[in-house]
């Protein structure tokens, strides 16, 4: 732990925020937050709003081959990407995803699976909710389960991955947190090995509105070996925390991204050592007007009223990449070495420029959309482009070099696509042709084979599908179907770490196909 309160920093009063405050990029971080606890400022009149949601990791940006693409196009993207994720439950419970390099590790099952076991989360009087799943260690998750029932009250517990049994369980209510008027969030392991259960208890005045300035964070840090309780505090204001996920993505960077715990209220970022939560903080940063922050690999991206700082999750210091406060750019900082900047006009389109670590530019393109996806040997970039006539999808695909912006190849089909893969399989891409998927090879921009079923789940040589009631699991190398389950009426399917597992929500379970 370190305290980075520069020596020759002069505090801000409250308030007044830090514009003008000296912060030489890449040396200083934003002015530190108060001692905490303390007389925190209130949120805003009215309430914070609703976090916007982050970018989709297909931006349309300005055409190379001379034409501009209506912002129609724009919604016909998003919302078909928005109907493929909505086939995964995890959008809805994961609190995190296991990764291994760039590419989540998910089993790879090539022959009809077995269900090793199934776990009931929810008891007798059902309607159990969940609230999150996060992986611990390679085999285990844990999670939290609100339920109004008496034989399985709301808790938090760890399931044994191998079993499908509770290694322990924690009644919420012993931790102080009341289900019915809070909302708990699980975060996912800290860098000190703890499970963190995050609530902000909301505080209603006699008229029933919200007192924000008697809102409270009630962080609670839990060894997952045992459940113990290892350290705890509350702090005062409008708080939340900041998960970890991929910006644009839907897979985790890495095993080694920074899963932290950030906390936020209205003036500022604070970093907590889960080891002690009521101790000496890793770091604090003032930022007026916070709406909302993510993880993102090894920064933390804080959205404000007006703009978005970027800084280093380790230390709390802006990255030297970073052209800091009211800078109308967004960044996608998931490559190795190179960083992605793009940036809206009035004109309806973006620009587009590779940057490395110190923020100088390498490469500048405007095409259609860009993708990225992972994959073992690093993250990808693709440009994809529309014909003339034709600008509700893509025709052309050219895969480019991120260090360097060249173009490795170009491809132009004949059938139209929708979108790109987050990830490849076996060194395949995977895109959207008229509601079926197409493989795609990553070296070359060959088509391949045509599937059945959404794309869902991928792993490192099997590609699994949904198709209406089926789950499908496919080679991409061959394009043969290894085998299909049929899925329970109203059945999902999603993966904790490297488990496949299918979701009852009817009647409440688990099961572990294996």
């Known amino acids: 732990m370190t305290e980075n309160t520069p020596q020759h920093w002069t505090p801000t009063p409250s308030g007044e925020g830090n514009s003008s405050s000296p912060v030489p990029k890449g040396t200083l971080p934003p002015p530190p937050l108060p001692p905490l606890p303390g007389t925190g400022t209130s949120a805003p009149a009215g309430g914070y709003p609703e976090p916007a949601a982050a970018p989709s990791g297909v931006i349309p940006v300005r055409p190379r081959r001379g034409w501009l693409v209506p912002v129609i196009v724009v919604a016909v993207v998003l919302a078909l990407v928005v109907a493929v994720v909505g086939v995964i439950l995890a959008a809805r419970l994961l609190g995190g995803m296991a990764g291994s390099g760039s590419v989540p590790t998910v089993e790879s099952i090539r022959e009809r699976p077995e269900e090793a076991w199934t776990y009931s989360y929810q008891g007798r009087d059902g309607g159990t909710d969940i609230s999150g799943l996060v992986p611990v260690g390679e085999r285990d998750f844990a999670g939290i389960f609100l339920s109004g ?45 703890h499970l963190t259960v995050a609530v902000t208890d909301y505080v209603f005045d006699s008229t029933g509105e919200l007192d924000w300035a008697a809102t409270e964070l009630h962080l609670v840090a839990i060894n997952p070996v045992d459940g113990a309780v290892v350290s705890e505090t509350v702090r005062e204001g409008y708080a939340f925390s900041a998960t970890e996920y991929s910006f644009a993505e839907t897979e985790r960077l890495s095993d080694t991204a920074p899963r932290v715990v950030v906390a936020l209220r209205f003036g500022g970022v604070v970093r907590f050592d889960t080891s002690d939560l009521d101790g000496e903080m890793v770091w604090s940063a003032n930022i007026e007007g916070v709406d909302g922050a993510e993880i993102v690999g090894d920064y933390v991206r804080v959205e404000t009223d007006t703009t978005y700082w970027w800084l280093d999750a380790d230390t709390g210091f802006e990255p030297d990449w970073f052209d800091g406060e009211g800078s109308g750019a967004a960044y996608l900082p998931t490559f190795e070495s190179m960083i992605l900047r793009f940036e809206y006009t009035e004109s309806g389109i973006f620009y587009l420029d590779g940057l490395d670590e110190s923020g100088d530019v390498l490469w500048t393109a405007e095409p259609d959309t860009f993708h990225t996806v992972a994959s073992p040997e690093g993250r990808m970039l693709f440009f994809s482009e529309s014909k003339e006539g034709d600008v509700a999808s893509s025709h052309y695909l050219m895969r480019i070099d991120p260090l360097t912006g060249e173009e490795m190849w170009d491809r132009e089909y004949e059938d139209s696509f929708y979108d790109l893969s987050r990830q490849t399989v076996s060194g395949h891409l995977v895109i959207s042709d008229a509601d079926r998927p197409v493989l795609i090879d990553a070296k070359t921009g060959e088509r391949t084979h045509r599937l059945r079923g959404a794309p869902m789940m991928f792993a490192a040589d099997v590609l699994y599908t949904v198709d209406e009631d089926q789950l499908r699991a496919w080679n991409p190398d061959s394009g043969e179907e290894l085998w299909s389950l049929r899925l329970r009426s109203g059945g999902e399917v999603l993966n904790i770490g490297s488990m496949l597992l299918t979701v009852d929500g009817e009647r409440g379970q688990f099961t572990r196909l294996r």
Request: aromatic content about 4%; charged content about 25%; hydrophobic content about 40%.
């Open 149 to 193: 029932g008496e034989d399985k009250p709301s808790r938090v517990a760890l399931i044994d991955g191998e079993t499908g049994e509770e290694a322990w369980s924690i009644p919420l209510e012993s931790l102080g947190v009341d289900a019915v008027t809070a909302w708990p969030e699980l975060l996912p392991v800290s860098p000190e090995g």
